[in-house]
């Protein structure tokens, strides 16, 4: 990626509109990073290999679209009622502004173009799409204090997020539904504060960085190909599978520990129905990486003599294999490191 000169030029791009919606101090400036943000990432997305590209930054640009139209119209409508002697309802306009947002982040019930448009990304893309493209819709979110409507958000996202991935054989709409249940989380963790809604999202991008990086070494897309592919090293098929649970959050690992924050913060909020929820939904997700897991380690496949050698680079294995034990070991060594000091 980093080899082609326009690619660095977008990539920065992308990082300047994100940093100007997050830094502005109007609804205004807020848009124009959102749009210089959405017209850094098309050209990112196009690849000459991969024909669903095109078809996929295509999708990308209507939605995103969509949602700008509609989100300036909406701060044009409140910018007039501060102004003048109109009467708009505000909250409507919070609402309108709201549901663009979800949009935009590809939170449920405005979900349907996230695992099409995954489908059709690299790794590295669908990387970028899932961590990086979140952080100023989540952040714009941050400032509208509508619960209702966000609560309403929150349940559905992590129920369509555990139930779409239940039949999913393609690893990038695995990843995309396992994205939007952790979307919900995220804006669980927005509506108490916004440390712990940053916390969350770091330790998301982290454990979803460790697992595209591997598919992408590998070329891995669908399910069938993990299963027949690491009969060679049985470490790797270890690892690979540790971090499937540690993003999905089972207790001893790493990805446990936002989701833990989230639970107590919750409990001292008292919304318990909305914990609940979110916990059942967690262990639906735990559930398919359980079966993936078990089916690839218990399950006999065929292996094939022609084996294809794949030249992995000695530092891309090293980097990966310490995220990985960063991963698998992280939560021993914050709660030793916690209760040392």
């Not at 017209?39 to 196009?46: D, N, Q």
């Not at 952040?139 to 129920?159: G, H």
Request: proline letters at 2%; glycine letters at 4%.
């Amino acid at each position: 990626m980093f080899n082609n000169s326009s690619k660095i030029l977008f990539i920065t791009m992308m990082i300047i509109g994100t940093l100007i919606t997050v830094t502005s101090n109007s609804w205004l400036g807020a848009w124009m990073g959102l749009e210089i943000n959405l017209l850094s990432f098309i050209p990112l997305m196009s690849d000459n290999n991969n024909f669903k590209s095109t078809e996929a930054s295509l999708k990308y640009f209507l939605t995103q679209a969509l949602a700008s139209t509609v989100l300036l119209f909406s701060v044009i409508l409140l910018m007039l009622n501060n102004s003048m002697t109109i009467e708009i309802n505000n909250s409507f306009t919070s609402m309108i502004i709201l549901s663009t947002l979800l949009l935009k982040s590809g939170a449920a019930p405005f979900h349907f173009w996230f695992p099409n448009l995954m489908e059709g990304l690299t790794w590295m893309n669908a990387l970028l799409l899932m961590t990086w493209q979140k952080i100023a819709p989540l952040m714009l979110i941050s400032y509208l204090n509508l619960k209702n409507l966000l609560l309403i958000s929150v349940i559905l996202s992590v129920i369509i997020g555990a139930i779409g991935g239940l039949n999913q054989t393609s690893l990038r709409k695995l990843m995309a539904f396992s994205s939007i249940n952790h979307l919900g989380w995220m804006l669980s963790a927005l509506m108490i504060n916004e440390s712990v809604w940053m916390i969350y999202f770091l330790f998301y991008s982290f454990l979803s960085f460790i697992l595209t990086f591997m598919f992408n070494i590998f070329k891995l897309f669908h399910l069938n190909q993990l299963f027949s592919w690491f009969m060679q090293s049985k470490v790797m098929k270890f690892t690979l599978f540790m971090n499937f649970l540690s993003l999905g959050g089972l207790p001893p690992f790493l990805g446990f520990l936002p989701k833990w924050i989230v639970i107590q913060q919750l409990t001292f909020c008292n919304q318990y129905f909305q914990l609940m929820i979110l916990l059942m939904s967690t262990l639906i997700t735990l559930f398919f990486y359980l079966r993936i897991c078990y089916s690839a380690f218990m399950l006999n496949y065929y292996e094939n003599n022609w084996v294809i050698s794949t030249q992995i680079n000695n530092f891309s294995m090293k980097l990966y294999l310490i995220c990985t034990f960063l991963s698998i070991f992280g939560l021993f060594m914050i709660s030793m490191f916690y209760s040392m000091f």
